[in-house]
């Protein structure tokens, strides 16, 4: 087996290694001539020799570079070398590349030819699998005439040789791994050092089922899917985040994958057709909103689906694993647990004499509880009571405002969770009533009436689920990927409500806020 790696393997050190030296030689003068900022460098993309896999590959690496703005109309910024099989010549192209450098690339041992088709059917062989090399992909007619005429069957992983006469296989597409490498080397042409950039595997795999000779030939892009629980805003830029994120990786949507996405309204029997549909699908990636949509795919769209979470208060909580680092093999994301000590600690500097604050939550749903309790130990900390009213349906909010602001509370802060969301205006209306201010912790409802909101960034937390799902995708396996609580945080004030109910705001506070201006 290492005899037939080895020789991919100096391809593409061959490949690789060639380019960058060109772009580093060159890096120094595109630094230092940012000024005038030359829209296309000169490239260099060494190959070794002349077959479909490599030409495939190189393929890739100029399209993605002429996409990213690279490559000049006439292409003549792109230059390429092959030394047709001979690594004395691609010592010296090497060289040349290098301007003096000393060549990096030693000739392959030639020593050690892997044994002839003939010995193997001697052996008794019954089935044949050649590993994609370039002594076997010069060399296939003669194993295909061979393996032909006694009729064992032979599977490949370069698909190419599909057309050659082999039976069927599994292998990479080329093609996609060099656009792979070519969003590599737009990153180093943009500034970022090679030693910064991880090898990363292939993402892109073509299959070839064995019926016969005439076996299909093709190239799946990847099957993703959104699901959201409910129409939120925070949901939705939950959504958007990852969309965004994933587009961001270099990645294009109808080419590189499809993506499918669905929201339940709210409504668990739905929540639970998706799921059922999800896994039919057989998809390659499920990114999912919110907790029951998270627990809800845990259930049922199957151990096979990878899944990546946001929108998730504890996904540890949620049901998907016993720690962050200790988690269900196929399911990883970012949760978006709320700043609840930074919350304690401004209700307290904006209106020193609280103590007792008043929240609405929801039993039925377990981010609402562990908010409530987590948001307990915070104003504990600071002598503080939390007085919690429960509501397990919509018609309950109202009933369940007029009660908690009849509690000698001075401040509501509304915890969030999927039932009081929809409700919060009538909630900020209660308060108002009672000349209470009204601190969130979800920035769209400042629109309803909240007074300051200190809030994570929903959006940003979809950008940080999206490279998990990226790292995903490129082929690391989710049980390696540890879960995280996003680091994005907002402060948002009201200026004319913290007037009006008289509230402390230090110099240090108002730097850090952003404005609420109501339309």
């Given at each position: 087996?290492?005899n037939l790696?080895k020789?991919?393997?100096?391809?593409?050190?061959?490949i690789?290694?060639?380019?960058?030296?060109?772009?580093?030689?060159?890096?120094?003068?595109?630094?230092?001539?940012?000024?005038?900022?030359?829209?296309?460098?000169?490239?260099a993309?060494?190959?070794i020799?002349s077959?479909?896999?490599?030409?495939?590959h190189v393929?890739g690496?100029?399209?993605?570079?002429?996409k990213m703005?690279?490559?000049?109309?006439?292409?003549?910024?792109?230059?390429l070398?092959?030394?047709q099989?001979?690594?004395?010549?691609?010592?010296?192209?090497?060289?040349?590349?290098?301007?003096?450098?000393?060549?990096?690339?030693k000739?392959?041992?030639?020593k050690?030819?892997p044994?002839?088709?003939?010995d193997?059917?001697?052996m008794?062989?019954?089935?044949?699998?050649l590993?994609?090399?370039?002594?076997?992909v010069?060399?296939?007619?003669?194993?295909?005439k061979?393996?032909?005429?006694?009729?064992?069957?032979?599977?490949v992983t370069?698909?190419?040789?599909?057309k050659?006469?082999?039976d069927?296989g599994?292998?990479?597409s080329?093609?996609e791994w060099?656009?792979?490498?070519?969003?590599?080397?737009?990153?180093?042409?943009?500034g970022?050092p090679?030693?910064e950039?991880?090898?990363?595997?292939?993402q892109y795999q073509?299959t070839?089922?064995?019926e016969?000779?005439?076996?299909?030939?093709?190239t799946?892009p990847?099957?993703?899917?959104?699901?959201?629980?409910?129409?939120?805003?925070f949901a939705e830029?939950?959504?958007?985040g990852?969309?965004?994120?994933?587009?961001?990786?270099?990645?294009?949507?109808g080419?590189?994958?499809?993506?499918?996405?669905?929201?339940?309204?709210?409504?668990m029997?739905?929540l639970?057709?998706?799921?059922?549909t999800?896994k039919?699908d057989?998809v390659?990636?499920?990114?999912v909103?919110?907790t029951?949509t998270l627990?809800?795919?845990?259930?049922q769209?199957?151990?096979?689906?990878?899944?990546?979470?946001?929108g998730?208060g504890?996904?540890?909580?949620?049901?998907?694993?016993k720690?962050?680092?200790?988690?269900?093999?196929?399911?990883?994301?970012?949760?978006?647990r709320?700043?609840?000590d930074?919350?304690?600690?401004?209700i307290?500097?904006?209106?020193?004499?609280?103590?007792?604050?008043g929240?609405?939550?929801?039993?039925g749903?377990?981010?609402?509880?562990?908010?409530?309790?987590?948001?307990k130990?915070a104003?504990?900390?600071?002598g503080?009571?939390?007085?919690?009213v429960p509501?397990s349906?919509?018609a309950?909010?109202?009933q369940?405002?007029?009660?908690l602001?009849?509690k000698?509370?001075?401040?509501v802060?509304?915890?969030?969770?999927?039932?009081?969301?929809p409700g919060?205006a009538?909630i900020?209306r209660?308060a108002?009533?009672k000349?209470l201010?009204?601190?969130?912790?979800?920035?769209?409802?400042?629109?309803?009436?909240?007074?300051?909101?200190?809030?994570?960034?929903y959006?940003?937390?979809?950008?940080?689920?999206?490279?998990?799902?990226?790292r995903?995708?490129q082929?690391?396996?989710?049980k390696?990927?540890?879960?995280?609580?996003?680091?994005?945080?907002k402060l948002?004030?009201n200026?004319?409500?913290?007037?009006?109910?008289?509230?402390?705001?230090?110099?240090e506070?108002k730097?850090?806020?952003?404005?609420?201006?109501?339309?």
């Open positions: 087996m290492k790696v020789p991919l393997w100096l391809i593409t050190c061959l690789v290694t060639a380019s960058m030296i060109l772009l580093m030689s060159d890096r120094g003068q595109r630094i230092g001539n940012s000024s005038k900022k030359t829209a296309c460098p000169s490239i993309v060494m190959q020799s077959t479909t896999l490599l030409e495939s393929a690496i100029i399209d993605r570079l002429y703005g690279f490559r000049s109309p006439d292409g003549k910024n792109i230059r070398y092959n030394p099989g001979d690594f004395s010549t691609a010592n010296a192209m090497a060289r040349e590349l290098a301007n003096g450098m000393p060549a990096i690339v000739a392959c041992d030639q050690g030819v044994i002839i088709a003939e193997i059917v001697l008794g062989t019954e089935t044949i699998i590993s994609a090399d370039n002594l076997t010069t060399g296939f007619s003669v194993i295909q061979i393996s032909s005429g006694t009729r064992i069957p032979v599977f370069e698909i190419e040789l599909i050659k006469g082999a069927g599994v292998g990479d080329y093609y060099g656009k792979q490498t070519g969003r590599m080397a737009v990153r180093i042409l943009a970022v090679p030693s950039l991880p090898i990363e595997p292939t073509r070839v089922e064995p016969s000779k005439k076996a299909s030939y093709r799946d990847l099957k993703l899917r959104i699901v959201l629980y409910s129409e939120t805003e830029r939950c959504r958007d990852l969309i965004d994120g994933i587009k961001r990786a270099g990645y294009q949507e080419k590189d994958y499809n993506l499918i996405m669905y929201n339940a309204q709210g409504d029997s739905t639970s057709s998706i799921m059922t999800v039919s057989n390659d990636l499920l990114m909103v919110s029951p627990q809800a795919a845990i259930r769209a199957g151990e096979d689906t990878k899944i990546v979470f946001t998730v504890d996904g540890v909580r949620a049901g998907a694993g720690s962050e680092m200790d988690h269900l093999p196929n399911v990883t994301g970012i949760s978006t709320s700043p609840f930074g919350m304690a600690r401004i307290s500097e904006t209106i020193p004499e609280t103590r007792r604050v929240t609405l939550f929801t039993p749903e377990i981010n609402s509880v562990l908010y409530k309790d987590w948001f130990e104003l504990d900390k600071r503080i009571e939390l007085i919690a509501v349906s919509s309950d909010v109202a369940g405002a007029a009660e602001v009849g000698n509370i001075q401040v802060a509304q915890v969030v969770d999927n039932l009081t969301r919060f009538l900020a209660k108002m009533e000349n201010p009204v601190y969130v912790f979800d920035s769209d409802q400042m629109k309803h009436g909240g007074t300051i909101c200190l809030a994570r960034d959006y940003d937390a979809g950008l940080e689920a999206a490279e998990k799902a990226v995903i995708l082929g690391e396996n989710p390696a990927i540890p879960f995280n609580n996003t680091q994005s945080e948002i004030i200026p004319e409500l913290a007037e009006r109910y008289g509230l402390v705001l230090s110099d506070l730097k850090k806020a952003d404005i609420y201006i109501p339309k």
